[in-house]
């Protein structure tokens, strides 16, 4: 839930530093930012060219917001040495991993020549950034053997997707910096999570969107879907975010830590439960177009080293995920 006003201008009067965030404004983005305003800190964020503020409105005024394109590298040295952060969060991507087949350069021109340029203004700040947290993704692993294998963060990287080259090669480059700078780099190898605000790209929001207008009588009572059979280990945003701050404040630089639920899930027992959740009489059809052109059959990820570490456990049930992003869909449509 988002926090009040007052919790938000009490702990400003005792800010514990500068954070900044890139991508703030993005779905894991704009529940960091509430979760960095709750813990005393003064948020700096940067939003791209033409972004919407939606995922952030009702926290906008108490945020220090910029905009510019993140592939320009003499804006981002310029921002960075500007806001002087104590813990950078670099959050901005293209992070479909449908969208970088048709959209390969744009991909690889965010996620790695951006991350770049976020690296290289850090050097700058060494002595006074704590962390850099990067985000980087399960899909950096690409198919492996045997498939419903329990992934460890030492597991090879063999990315078969625009989008999961993209972050491996993200990866690469972090360990580079800080071995060679010292940069006290963490990578948050994040699994699939959702939950409210998630685009309707993504296949849990494409799926409550179309029940939500289903139930409000705007389209006939039927689901289209893709590719049901491949399996997820799926965990709520607002742990993943959990687990990004206890990176900052207790993760090892260098190093990479599994957010995951430790658990996978096929897409049609998630499709199943919510359907369940409806009251709506819905038939499912199977659209070809949306499968992708490479798949990963199954992810699941270890994430012992991040209890361990970190203290990070998930505490929201699947089930509480899948019911909140389904009303989030619901008053949305609704309004």
Known sequence: MPISRDSRTNNMAKMKGRVLITGIAGFGGSYLAELMLEKGYRVFGLLAPGEKYDNINHIKNDLALDRFDITRAEKVSAYT???????????????????????????????FTGSLNVFEASTSQISRIRRLIVISSADCFGVFSPKNK?????????????????????????????RQYRLPVVIARSF???GPRQSDTFVVPSFCKQIATIEKGRRKPII??????????????????????????????????????????AIKTVLDRLLGMSPATIKVTRDKSRFRKADIPILC??????????????????????????DFWRNTVRQ
């Not at 090879?156 to 480059?173: Q, R, T």
Request: glycine letters at 8%; aromatic letters at 10%.
């Open 81 to 111: 040495k500007k806001v002087k952060p104590k813990y950078l969060f670099h959050l901005a991507a293209m992070a479909s991993v449908g969208q970088s087949f048709s959209k390969e350069r744009l991909t690889y021109d965010i996620n």
């Open 224 to 265: 289209t879907v893709g590719n049901l059979d491949v399996k997820r280990d799926l965990s709520d945003v607002r742990d993943i975010v959990r687990g990004y701050y206890n990176m900052a404040v207790r993760g090892k630089p260098g190093e990479v830590y599994h957010l995951s639920s430790g658990k996978s899930v």
């Open 150 to 178: 329990l992934l460890k963060e030492d597991q090879p990287l063999a990315p078969i997707s625009p989008y999961g080259i993209s972050k491996a090669a993200m990866e690469y480059l972090a360990g580079y910096y800080h």
């Open 301 to 326: 990820g270890d994430n012992s080293r991040a209890e361990k570490e970190l203290g990070w456990v998930p505490k929201y049930k699947l089930s509480e995920t899948l019911k909140d992003t389904l």
């Open 192 to 194: 699939n999570h959702t």
